[in-house]
Structure formats: structure tokens, C-alpha cells
């Protein structure tokens, strides 16, 4: 302002401000008694709703935790069943606890997680059903979320449901050798997503449980161990049998082959006859993934079998034979026809008389 001190606009507004009218006595009583009667009004509600929300959880809790606790102990005694089967002779061979363990825990967890989101979720819905919260639209919402989450995320899903199933119909476990179609190899690890093999030559393999249409496990059950031994038609096959089944009942006696040896060796007879060689099966019954070591071990052994009784077989050296005397004219040059003066070629190639000549 010209000739006079700034005002501000604060001082100025508090000064066109009307006072506040005072409250009087009436009228504090009057609100003091309206907010009285709103809760008296309201309490038994308020009351209910806490006690209906506190009720709802409490039993939620408590039910999870039963549940929790009946799994784990489940879980427990398929632990312990394992371990008493794996005390015996053949339980041993065929139970592996560890990987037993694993297919439990994983499995418990599995259970465990569903069952906690199936009951805290239900007790979350029952909460807002208390404070008179219209659900149908929350629930029409989620669904719809829920479908376009599954539509999206199709390859997961089934992913994951793939790996539950083959966890619980122990389709295969850490340590099996199979054969999943994609690739084969040992199973470093199961998950619920994707299963890790090591190949033959120490690779990683990450498979994809959806995309897993059929497992060869060659670890489960037992194992056929196949030798094909090839001698010539002339030998006595009688002999041969015998000389195979000498060398299957040695190999089984003696450790650590005697385990690995679920049956007797077996000579199943002529699988192949040509003109030049005939093909003898040996089979035998084996312990899972021993496989190959026995098929090598057998081979190993019927071999030394074999050359100890004087069958050789096919495709070996062949037998030395003494070389004929070499012709002592082989290396001498045949006659020239220019040798001899006479001949016609001579005559030819001789020059003119130079009277002759001219």
C-alpha cells in the first residue's frame, strides 16, 4: 500500500473472521446424549461383528494347524515305513529311503500349502462377509482374474500339475536312470515345474514336466541283461551251452555279482543262424541300473570261457597258413621280339644299304 506498511492476507482474513458463536451448556448436553444413544444403539452390533470376526479366525487358525500337524505326522509314518521295509533282505534292494524322504516332503508341502490357502482364504471371505461387504462382485471379479491368469499362464499350470501327479504316483525319484522321451539320463532333481537329468556325457538337462508325454524309468522293478555271442556253424552248440552256463554260475558266485544277480544266467538258444556264423541269446536278470556293468562282466567272462575250451568266435584273426614257394621266374621280363635277327620286327627296324638307298 502506498505510504503505509504491508498487510498481510492472513491478518486480513482474521479480521473479516465473525467470532465463534460460544457453545453453551445446553447445547454440549444435547450432543454428549445423541452420541450416547448412537452407540448404545450400535455397540451390540459393533460387539457381535468383533466376536463373529475374532471367532472366525481363532477356528481358522486352529483348524490349519491340525491340519498341519495330522500331514506332518502322515508324512512321519510313511518315513518310518520305509525305513522298516528297507531293514530286510529284498526291501533294501528295493526302497530307497532317501529318495523316499524326499517324495514325502515334498508332497507334505504341497498339501500343506494348498490346505493353508483353501482355509485362510475361506476365513478372509467369511471376514468381509461381517462387515457387510457385498462379496458377489469381489467374487465375479476374481474369477474372471482367475480365468484370464489360467488362460495366460496355460503351459504353467500344467506344468505344475504334471509335476504333482508324477510326485505322487512316484513316477520316478532322484537317482532313477529314465528315459522322458525329450531326454534321458539320472535325475538330479524333481520339482513341481521342471525335472533336471545328467546325460550320459554330464550334461544338464532341464525338462519341462508338461511337456513329458511318457517315462521309461530304468531303475524301478528290475533289469534284463542281454549277451549275443557269435560263433561259427561248425561248433558244437551243446559244448558252447556249457561253457556260457560254467561262466553264469561262476560270475554269480562271487561278490559283488552275486547281488547284482537277481536269477540264474540263462541261455535261450539260437537267435540268428547264417552260413557263416550263428548267434547264441544269453539273458539274465539283473538288480535296476546295474545293467550294463553285468552285461560287460558277462561278456568279460564268457569270452575267457570260450578261448580256455577251444571255440573261437566269429571275426577273429583267422588262422595262419604256410605260404607256397614264390616262382623264381616271376620277376624276369619276357623275351623282346628285336632280341633275335631274324625276326620279322628286327628286319624292319634295320636300315638300308646306302646303294639301295639312292
Do not use: H
Amino acid at each position: 500500500m502506498p505510504g503505509g506498511c504491508p498487510v498481510s492476507w492472513s491478518a486480513l482474513a482474521a479480521a473479516t473472521e465473525p467470532e465463534p458463536m460460544p457453545v453453551t451448556l445446553d447445547e454440549a448436553a444435547e450432543r454428549a446424549t445423541n452420541a450416547a444413544s448412537w452407540v448404545e444403539e450400535n455397540w451390540s452390533t459393533w460387539l457381535n461383528t468383533g466376536l463373529r470376526i475374532l471367532l472366525i479366525l481363532v477356528v481358522a487358525l486352529l483348524l490349519r494347524m491340525a491340519v498341519r500337524r495330522a500331514l506332518t505326522k502322515l508324512i512321519e509314518r510313511m518315513n518310518r515305513s520305509a525305513q522298516a521295509v528297507e531293514g530286510t533282505t529284498l526291501g533294501g534292494l528295493l526302497v530307497n529311503t532317501e529318495r523316499r524322504r524326499q517324495r514325502s516332503e515334498a508332497i507334505g508341502s504341497v498339501l500343506r500349502s494348498v490346505a493353508s490357502f483353501l482355509i485362510l482364504g475361506t476365513a478372509a471371505l467369511m471376514v468381509l462377509g461381517a462387515f457387510k461387504i457385498d462379496l458377489a462382485p469381489l467374487l465375479a471379479s476374481a474369477g474372471v482374474a482367475g480365468v484370464a491368469i489360467g488362460f495366460g499362464a496355460r503351459n504353467l499350470v500344467t506344468d505344475f500339475l504334471s509335476g504333482v501327479f508324477m510326485i505322487l504316483e512316484d513316477q520316478y525319484g532322484v537317482g532313477d536312470s529314465i528315459d522322458a522321451g525329450v531326454a534321458s539320463g539320472e535325475v538330479v532333481e524333481v520339482g513341481l515345474r521342471v525335472t533336471k537329468l545328467r546325460g550320459v556325457d554330464g550334461e544338464i538337462w532341464y525338462v519341462r514336466n508338461g511337456e513329458i508325454k511318457r517315462i521309461g524309468n530304468l531303475s524301478q522293478g528290475w533289469a534284463t541283461a542281454g549277451v549275443d555271442v557269435t560263433v561259427r556253424p561248425t561248433e558244437d552248440l551243446e559244448k558252447v551251452r556249457a561253457v556260457i552256463a560254467e561262466a553264469g554260475d561262476a560270475m554269480a558266485k562271487e561278490e559283488p555279482w552275486n547281488e547284482r544277480l537277481w536269477g540264474p544266467v540263462e541261455v535261450l538258444g539260437l537267435n540268428e543262424v547264417l552260413l557263416d556264423s550263428m548267434t547264441v541269446r544269453v539273458s539274465v536278470k539283473t538288480m535296476p541300473g546295474k545293467k550294463l556293468g553285468v552285461e560287460r562282466e558277462l561278456r568279460w567272462r564268457i569270452k575267457r570261457g570260450l578261448d580256455e575250451a577251444g571255440i573261437r568266435l566269429v571275426g577273429g584273426i583267422p588262422p595262419q597258413t604256410e605260404e607256397p614257394a614264390a616262382d623264381p621266374t616271376a620277376g624276369m621280363a619276357a623275351p623282346s621280339v628285336f632280341a633275335s635277327t631274324t625276326s620279322p620286327q628286327s628286319t624292319a627296324a634295320t636300315p638300308l644299304p646306302k646303294d639301295l638307298a639312292k
